[in-house]
């Protein structure tokens, strides 16, 4: 449980550094930015909403052929679920996402791996959609032995070079 939180904001955390740039400029629309990962037999999905040059206030996501649970909602949000939808609601306009920024903590648990989602979103301009193709991030375990053999291989290769250079 702490490794499923801890890997959901650090992931969140590299999302909004990640993106939340391209939110700054002039005539950017609202999009959803996302990663996924495993979790056992099933995936977690945090989700990045970017608002562009609007205020963001509802986003739906479409899960016509994902069956979801543990569905985590940012604060000030809340969601409902129909067999269609995720319904991200703000509970007072104090947690509208502003011109500019971004908001992290969307995120639902998926039996399937979460690589497309359509996603709808009203906004003080009106209702936007798009896609967003999510990005697979391996389990934290994986990350963490990948780091671990890539500094013993240079590690290695570092020693060999040192002996070398003393039989010179």
């Given amino acids: 449980?702490?490794?499923?939180?801890?890997?959901?904001?650090?992931?969140?955390?590299?999302?909004?550094?990640?993106?939340?740039?391209?939110?700054?400029?002039?005539?950017?629309?609202?999009?959803?930015?996302?990663?996924?990962w495993p979790v056992g037999d099933a995936y977690r999905c945090s989700l990045?909403?970017?608002?562009?040059?609007?205020?963001?206030?509802?986003?739906?996501?479409?899960?016509?052929?994902?069956?979801?649970?543990?569905?985590?909602?940012?604060?000030?949000?809340?969601?409902?679920?129909t067999n269609r939808f995720i319904h991200w609601r703000v509970s007072g306009s104090e947690y509208y996402v502003p011109p500019g920024g971004s908001l992290v903590g969307f995120g639902f648990n998926s039996s399937l791996a979460p690589v497309r989602l359509n996603w709808w979103m009203a906004t003080d301009a009106g209702g936007v959609n798009g896609q967003a193709v999510l990005e697979f991030v391996p389990e934290p375990a994986t990350l963490t032995a990948l780091a671990s053999l890539s500094l013993l291989t240079g590690g290695l290769l570092v020693r060999k070079q040192h002996v070398r250079q003393q039989k010179r």
């Avoid at 739906?60 to 949000?77: C, H, K, M, Q, S």
């Fill in 48 to 81: 990045t909403v970017v608002s562009g040059d609007r205020w963001i206030a509802i986003m739906d996501i479409t899960r016509t052929t994902l069956e979801v649970w543990e569905i985590a909602d940012p604060a000030g949000w809340y969601h409902g679920l």
């Fill in 1 to 36: 449980m702490k490794t499923r939180i801890l890997s959901t904001l650090v992931i969140s955390a590299l999302a909004a550094l990640l993106w939340s740039g391209h939110a700054l400029a002039d005539g950017v629309e609202p999009y959803v930015v996302g990663f996924y």
